[in-house]
């Protein structure tokens, strides 16, 4: 497994070079979401990525038709559960990444530190090519509009479990 993965992260950086730079930048210390706080470069996080002893696996809420891995390399979950925020947490909805649809995130709050890294494979023109890596398991994605909440807005608590959300990004 450790050739495919590695095989992976040369596709996308051969073909999304930008991209590959800024999810391994956002994935630092002092990134948003999950981090490494024990990686200050992307080259250390890349070579600690392709050292990585990987096994594939599953996971219900990753996409059909990506491949999962998993290996043990610590890190800092960046997500909460929105239940265990406080009752006046301000929730913002975000879609920074302009996919249409909406995220919930939260400032001030550190992620627990979590064993393992999720890196998952996909296809992007019949090539695989890591579409995302992360401590902590995978999320499933958004499926809430931006017509529906506005980038920007914040959201209560109540409002962000009534429109379905159950976890907040860290930022």
């Not at 559960?81 to 909805?93: E, G, N, R, T």
């Not at 090539?127 to 995978?138: A, C, L, S």
């Not at 479990?161 to 930022?171: E, M, N, Q």
Request: proline fraction near 5%; charge should be negative.
């Amino acid at each position: 497994m450790k050739n495919f993965v590695g095989s992976a992260i040369s596709n996308t950086k051969k073909m999304l070079p930008d991209y590959w730079v800024s999810t391994c930048k956002n994935r630092l210390s002092g990134g948003v979401g999950s981090v490494y706080d024990q990686f200050s470069s992307v080259e250390e996080l890349e070579k600690a990525l392709l050292n990585a002893d990987w096994t594939e696996t599953t996971h219900p809420d990753v996409m059909p038709g990506c491949r999962v891995f998993k290996a043990h390399l610590e890190g800092r979950f960046g997500i909460v559960k929105i239940s265990d925020l406080p009752d006046d947490a301000k929730i913002v909805a975000d879609d920074s990444k302009h996919t249409g649809k909406v995220a919930m995130t939260v400032k001030g709050i550190r992620g627990e530190m979590v064993p393992d890294t999720y890196l998952i494979v996909g296809k992007e023109d019949g090539v695989d090519v890591v579409f995302t890596f992360h401590p902590g398991e995978p999320i499933r994605p958004s499926v809430i509009e931006v017509s529906e909440v506005s980038h920007g807005s914040i959201v209560s608590k109540a409002k962000a479990k009534s429109l379905g959300f159950d976890y907040a990004k860290i930022v």
